[in-house]
């Protein structure tokens, strides 16, 4: 069963390009195409995709509303930030507004199908590289709020230390080696912080334990 996949970008050179890559594959099939985030709506909404490569900086409604409002429908999509700078101001933006990662525009073709392929599976697109500068360019400069967030209630608390380290950006084997844990059992923890706290994926996880505090140098 192949991946249906909506372009979204105001350069129509962009999105040809993007199109000539998936194309090639067996696996990924270009559904439909929009030059701004209002028609991005009616094309997801007439196509029903399973990932949206959304450009952010579009005429009118932008590709952050525009992820907003498709995650937010009954059937939502799994949206892909496309941006030209990898610390570009809107990303953080984007993945706060729904999004399950973000690609350079000028990813090599390998990563972009890669990406959807992953996106399309559940996962995000956000690296543990990325996410530490994610944090140290949008949060580490944003004081922590004390950690008195009362939807940590649920976790245990070696959940709550593996949702720390995934906040400062580990990765799974990371985490393993730091609490002497194997990685399949912090892949269980992370399912069920998950699971407890009504998140999709790691990236949802690292926002969220930022909002609760966890993210400041004291909680490393």
């Given at each position: 069963m192949s991946v249906r996949v909506v372009l979204v970008d105001d350069q129509t050179l962009v999105r040809t390009g993007f199109r000539l890559v998936l194309d090639e594959t067996g696996d990924i099939d270009v559904v439909g195409e929009a030059a701004d985030g209002a028609q991005a709506l009616d094309v997801v909404a007439r196509t029903?995709?399973?990932?949206?490569?959304?450009?952010?900086?579009?005429?009118?409604?932008?590709?952050?509303?525009?992820?907003?409002?498709?995650?937010?429908?009954?059937?939502?999509?799994?949206?892909?930030?496309?941006?030209?700078?990898?610390?570009?101001?809107?990303?953080?933006?984007?993945?706060?507004?729904?999004?399950?990662?973000?690609?350079?525009?000028d990813a090599l073709a390998a990563d972009l199908i890669s990406a959807v392929r992953v996106v399309a599976a559940g996962e995000s697109v956000a690296a543990p590289s990325v996410t530490r500068r994610l944090i140290a360019?949008?949060?580490?400069?944003?004081?922590?709020?004390?950690?008195?967030?009362?939807?940590?209630?649920?976790?245990?608390?070696?959940?709550?230390?593996?949702?720390?380290?995934?906040?400062h950006g580990l990765s799974n084997a990371e985490i393993a080696a730091a609490l002497f844990l194997s990685e399949s059992t912090v892949k269980t923890h992370l399912g069920r912080i998950l699971a407890k706290l009504g998140l999709r994926d790691r990236v949802q996880v690292v926002i969220l334990g930022y909002e609760c505090g966890l993210g400041g140098p004291g909680n490393v």
């Open positions: 029903r995709p399973d990932v949206v490569l959304m450009d952010v900086r579009m005429p009118g409604l932008d590709g952050i509303e525009a992820t907003r409002r498709i995650r937010a429908a009954p059937h939502p999509a799994r949206v892909i930030i496309l941006t030209t700078f990898d610390l570009d101001e809107y990303v953080f933006t984007g993945l706060r507004a729904g999004a399950s990662g973000f690609l350079l525009k360019h949008y949060l580490g400069s944003t004081p922590s709020r004390p950690v008195t967030d009362q939807r940590l209630a649920a976790l245990t608390g070696r959940e709550r230390e593996v949702l720390t380290l995934v906040t």
